[in-house]
């Protein structure tokens, strides 16, 4: 009894669609950081931030995934002392 309740639960994680993360990268400096991923679904970020005095960071980046349409959806983006500001594609 105890074999087919792991098997089923074998199989259920088999045949579940659940994103894995294929890429992942962490950088992180006194004045800077950088970090990125991407899933097996198709989504990925991309951050990247440098210090530009004190108080302000400057950062720029993306995220990109599919959405439940099945179109892709694109978003850059920067953030500095004026704010976030988004560009949104979509395909």
């Known amino acids: 009894m105890k074999f087919v309740i792991v098997f089923a639960c074998f199989l259920a994680l088999a ?5 894995v993360t294929v890429k992942e990268v962490n950088e992180v400096n006194p ?8 899933t097996s679904d198709g989504s990925n970020v991309q951050q990247d931030g440098v210090l530009k005095d004190e108080h302000t960071i400057l950062v720029k980046g993306s995220y990109e995934y599919v959405s439940k349409e099945g179109k ?3 978003v ?3 953030a500095d002392e004026n704010g976030y500001k988004p560009v949104i594609i979509q395909q």
Do not use: L, M
């Open 15 to 19: 045949f579940a669609d659940v994103p």
């Open 31 to 38: 004045d800077s950081f950088k970090y990125e991923w991407a």
């Open 72 to 74: 892709v959806v694109k």
């Open 76 to 78: 850059t983006y920067t």
